[in-house]
């Protein structure tokens, strides 16, 4: 018999627990459905909505940043461009200036090899010489323009550019010696007062024609006399005598044909 009510007992509280569960469950489910019903959508809407513009206006913000970003890229590449091609520019035309002076630098290096290849004229070069003692309102006077073209070198060579005995001359001299210092050549057709220096040369040399080889002041002869002494291998010594210790005078060996 208290087995039977033990058992009783329990069923019952069995039961009373799962009608608890229940009730609780029907309640919850009521207390949900009524604060959800009561609940303000419009608001989870607007909320929605409010934070999806605020996203899109991040995400255009963003997008505009990177816009400007691209722009100021574009900006520096143009500007960097341009400097490039101011630098090709200042390059280009600091090499054309470079290549304008090395031409001008070139022109007078042959300017001064053309005159240095003429070292026998005394003005050196073909135009008409002046006078070496010429001075305005002043006299002209030969002796002192002969002293001045001989204190130039020991060995002067008076000669006329069109004369054939005087440029036979200053090839034999040019071609089969070597004389230091270089002999200076006087054209007298080309100088100021040629005429009149070669009227006084006559006067204290003897010699009134060219070509007249001058050496350490005295005449040595023209064209025939010295072509004599060179074909009877006499030029050499008489120009070593001649010279002394102002000027050193060798022969220029001859190519051999074999």
């Excluded at 091609?85 to 001064?112: C, F, Q, Y």
């Excluded at 053309?114 to 001075?135: H, M, R, V, Y």
């Excluded at 040019?174 to 100021?192: C, G, R």
């Amino acid at each position: 018999m208290a087995f039977m009510l033990t058992t009783k007992k329990t069923r019952l509280l069995f039961l009373s627990i799962i009608s608890l569960l229940i009730l609780l469950i029907v309640y919850k489910s009521h207390i949900y459905s009524y604060n959800y019903d009561n609940f303000d959508h419009d608001d989870i809407d607007s909320n929605l909505s409010s934070m999806i513009t605020s996203n899109n206006n991040l995400i255009n913000d963003k997008l505009e940043s990177l816009g400007s970003l691209d722009s100021v890229g574009t900006s520096l590449q143009s500007s960097q461009f341009k400097g490039d091609n101011k630098d090709l520019s200042t390059s280009s035309n600091s090499k054309l200036k470079n290549n304008k002076v090395d031409e001008e630098i070139d022109d007078e290096a042959d300017t001064t090899s053309s005159i240095a290849s003429k070292p026998n004229s005394i003005a050196g070069s073909d135009d008409k010489q002046k006078d070496l003692t010429e001075k305005p309102g002043e006299e002209f006077s030969p002796k002192k323009e002969l002293n001045a073209i001989l204190s130039i070198s020991p060995v002067v060579i008076f000669s006329k550019s069109y004369c054939p005995y005087s440029n036979k001359l200053k090839e034999l001299l040019k071609h089969e010696y070597e004389i230091v210092p270089e002999p200076s050549v006087v054209e007298l057709d080309k100088h100021k007062h040629g005429n009149e220096l070669q009227v006084y040369l006559g006067e204290i040399s003897g010699r009134k024609t060219v070509p007249n080889l001058f050496i350490n002041g005295a005449s040595r002869g023209g064209c025939d006399d010295l072509t004599e002494l060179h074909s009877k291998n006499e030029l050499l010594p008489s120009l070593v005598k001649w010279g002394g210790k102002d000027i050193k005078v060798s022969k220029l060996s001859v190519p051999s044909n074999s």
